[in-house]
């Protein structure tokens, strides 16, 4: 995996180490070591933020097809066949009122490069 110095991050940079349950920025690490926190021994990544939006269509055809094993057979089609596009929309609509806040969507994964802190 390749590594990063901090000093050379720009400082909108998001870090965070495995099992961080938040992401600082390059400035923001640098003033918490500062004030004395014991944050040296974690290793510390370039943080990869995502946003996870639930898909009404997806779940449910995936839903059917796990389903279809213990039920008769063309049962998954028959179930196809009544699911309308009106119906994922309805359904989708309510997963997005659900999770639309952005602490429910938003998260972030350590797949940059290790950050050496120099």
């Known amino acids: 995996m390749s590594k990063v110095k901090l000093s050379e991050l720009p400082n909108d940079t998001l870090l965070s180490y495995e099992d961080a349950h938040f992401t600082v920025t390059p400035s923001e690490l640098r003033q918490r070591i500062e004030d004395g926190e014991d944050l040296l021994e974690y290793t510390w990544y370039v943080a990869v933020e995502k946003c996870w939006k639930p898909d009404a269509k997806y779940m449910l055809d995936r839903y059917i097809e796990s389903e279809s094993d213990e039920i008769y057979e063309g049962w998954d089609d028959l179930a196809f066949y009544y699911l309308k596009q009106e119906h994922y929309e309805r359904i989708?609509?309510?997963?997005d009122?659900?999770?639309?806040?952005d602490s429910v969507k938003r998260y972030w994964t350590l797949d940059g490069p290790e950050v050496v802190i120099d």
């Open 92 to 95: 989708q609509a309510i997963l």
């Open 97 to 101: 009122e659900a999770f639309s806040g």
